[in-house]
């Protein structure tokens, strides 16, 4: 069993960068895959990005790519997602799941095996 608690939402400006966190609990956190989610207004979830148990590898939709990074630190128990260049169009809530096939960078949020609570981010247009 893993708990996820996300935080570092909030309220930015078109530009502006935000980095969230999401500290896991358990002694195995270190061996699962991480993603970040999000879900826009009236839309469905969709993948972010992911990383892999040892954080050697990550991929990222195009929609975020070159403006959002994810880490992790598996001594803290934490994944981050650092969002820079903010855009309108990021104004979602955001979710980290963990997925244990550690190795995997699956898109799919049905490949995720938990979920934190979400955190909102918005960016007014």
């Known amino acids: 069993q893993v708990q996820l608690v996300e935080s570092g939402g909030g309220l930015v400006q078109t530009g502006d960068s935000l980095r969230l966190s999401c500290a896991g609990s358990g002694r195995t956190f270190s061996r699962y895959a991480m993603g970040w989610f999000r879900q826009p207004p009236g839309k469905e979830r969709e993948f972010v990005a992911a990383i892999t148990w040892t954080g050697g590898t990550t991929n990222y939709a195009d929609s975020v790519k070159g403006r959002f990074t994810i880490a992790r630190n598996n001594l803290k128990n934490t994944v981050y997602l650092q969002m820079n260049s903010l855009k309108p169009e990021d104004t979602a809530v955001y979710y980290c799941?963990?997925?244990?096939?550690?190795?995997?960078?699956?898109?799919?949020?049905?490949?995720?095996?938990?979920w934190g609570q979400g955190t909102q981010v918005t960016v007014p247009s």
């Open positions: 799941a963990a997925n244990l096939r550690g190795i995997r960078l699956d898109l799919s949020p049905g490949s995720y095996d938990y």
